[in-house]
C-alpha cells in the first residue's frame, strides 16, 4: 500500500508544560491541499513545525511517506518547501539574486530561463524582478517565495499563513497558484485564518482548537467545503 504524503496519528506535542497538540490524526493524500485553521493559539504553527522536525512529538507520530520525521529528519526535509509566517528573503536583493541565492544554498542548480518561468508562473511582474525585494509589496514577496518552492520541485509544501496581509486580488492569484501546483501533483498543508480560501482551495479542511481537531470537512467530488459551515462550526467552537 502507498503511504499518504502527510499524515499524523494521535500526535500529541508538549511546549513547556503546555500541551499544545493532544492526539491529533489526519491524512493529506497525494496532490491534495489541505487547510487547517483554528484561533491563536490553537496549536497550527506548531503542527508544521513538527513535520519539519523542529518540535519532537511527546507521544503518537507525525509521518512524511509513512516514515515518522524524527525517524529520518533530513530525507523528510528533503521532501519540503516551507514558507514560514514571516518569508525570511533577503530586501537588499532583487528576486532574481534571492532566487540564485537559496538554490545555492540548497546545492539546487536551476538555469536562468528555469528562474525566469516560475517568476512566471507567478506572475511577478518582469520589472520588478531586478529590483531589490525592500521596493516590493508583501504580495510580490510572497510570489518569490512561491517561485523558491517551485524551482526546488519538492513534492510537499508547507504553509504558514501565506495569504495573511494579502489584498483581495492578491489572495485570488495566490489561491489559482496553488490550486495549480496541486494538479501539477505538489502535497500541500496550509495554516490559515482565511475560512474562504481555504473552502475555495481546500479538499479538506481542519479545525483546530486548543490542540484538539474539533471538525474535519471534506470537498464532494463536484462541490466545495461550504465557507458557511466551517464558519459556523469555528464560532461554536470558540463559544464553548
Ligand atoms: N517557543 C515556545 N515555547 C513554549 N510555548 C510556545 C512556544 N511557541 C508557542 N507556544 C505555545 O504553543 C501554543 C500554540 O502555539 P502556535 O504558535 O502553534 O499557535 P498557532 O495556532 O499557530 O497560533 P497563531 O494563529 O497565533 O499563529 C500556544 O499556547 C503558545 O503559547
Ligand atoms: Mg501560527
Given at each position: 500500500m502507498i503511504s499518504s504524503p502527510i499524515s499524523a496519528k494521535n500526535l500529541c506535542v508538549l511546549r513547556g508544560d503546555n500541551?499544545?497538540?493532544?492526539?491529533v490524526s489526519f491524512t493529506i493524500d497525494a496532490g491534495d491541499i489541505f487547510a487547517l485553521l483554528g484561533g491563536n493559539g490553537a496549536g497550527k504553527s506548531t503542527t508544521l513545525l513538527t513535520f519539519l522536525g523542529l518540535i519532537s512529538p511527546s507521544s503518537g507520530q507525525a509521518l512524511i511517506n509513512g516514515v515518522?520525521?524524527?525517524?529520518?529528519i533530513q530525507g523528510a526535509r528533503a521532501q519540503i518547501s516551507y514558507l514560514p509566517?514571516?518569508?525570511?528573503?533577503?530586501?537588499?536583493?532583487?528576486a532574481y539574486e534571492n532566487l540564485e541565492y537559496f538554490l545555492s544554498l540548497a546545492h539546487i542548480s536551476r538555469s536562468p530561463e528555469e528562474i525566469s518561468l516560475s517568476l512566471d508562473e507567478v506572475k511577478l511582474a518582469p520589472e520588478a524582478r531586478?529590483?531589490?525585494?525592500?521596493?516590493?509589496?508583501k504580495g510580490m514577496r510572497q510570489k518569490v517565495s512561491i517561485s523558491l518552492a517551485i524551482l526546488r520541485r519538492s513534492p510537499l509544501l508547507l504553509l504558514d499563513e501565506p495569504t495573511s496581509g494579502l489584498d483581495p486580488l492578491a489572495i485570488d492569484e495566490f489561491n489559482i497558484i496553488l490550486k495549480t501546483l496541486s494538479n501539477l501533483g505538489t502535497t500541500i498543508f496550509m495554516v490559515t485564518h482565511d475560512v474562504y480560501g481555504a473552502c475555495e482551495v481546500a479538499k479538506r479542511v481542519g479545525l483546530l482548537r486548543q490542540g484538539k481537531m474539533t471538525s474535519m470537512f471534506q470537498a464532494r467530488e463536484d462541490q466545495k467545503i461550504s465557507v458557511d459551515e466551517v464558519h459556523q462550526a469555528f464560532r461554536q467552537s470558540q463559544a464553548s
Amino acid at each position: 500500500m502507498i503511504s499518504s504524503p502527510i499524515s499524523a496519528k494521535n500526535l500529541c506535542v508538549l511546549r513547556g508544560d503546555n500541551q499544545v497538540l493532544d492526539n491529533v490524526s489526519f491524512t493529506i493524500d497525494a496532490g491534495d491541499i489541505f487547510a487547517l485553521l483554528g484561533g491563536n493559539g490553537a496549536g497550527k504553527s506548531t503542527t508544521l513545525l513538527t513535520f519539519l522536525g523542529l518540535i519532537s512529538p511527546s507521544s503518537g507520530q507525525a509521518l512524511i511517506n509513512g516514515v515518522e520525521v524524527g525517524a529520518d529528519i533530513q530525507g523528510a526535509r528533503a521532501q519540503i518547501s516551507y514558507l514560514p509566517e514571516s518569508a525570511n528573503l533577503y530586501p537588499h536583493l532583487s528576486a532574481y539574486e534571492n532566487l540564485e541565492y537559496f538554490l545555492s544554498l540548497a546545492h539546487i542548480s536551476r538555469s536562468p530561463e528555469e528562474i525566469s518561468l516560475s517568476l512566471d508562473e507567478v506572475k511577478l511582474a518582469p520589472e520588478a524582478r531586478k529590483k531589490p525585494l525592500s521596493s516590493y509589496s508583501k504580495g510580490m514577496r510572497q510570489k518569490v517565495s512561491i517561485s523558491l518552492a517551485i524551482l526546488r520541485r519538492s513534492p510537499l509544501l508547507l504553509l504558514d499563513e501565506p495569504t495573511s496581509g494579502l489584498d483581495p486580488l492578491a489572495i485570488d492569484e495566490f489561491n489559482i497558484i496553488l490550486k495549480t501546483l496541486s494538479n501539477l501533483g505538489t502535497t500541500i498543508f496550509m495554516v490559515t485564518h482565511d475560512v474562504y480560501g481555504a473552502c475555495e482551495v481546500a479538499k479538506r479542511v481542519g479545525l483546530l482548537r486548543q490542540g484538539k481537531m474539533t471538525s474535519m470537512f471534506q470537498a464532494r467530488e463536484d462541490q466545495k467545503i461550504s465557507v458557511d459551515e466551517v464558519h459556523q462550526a469555528f464560532r461554536q467552537s470558540q463559544a464553548s
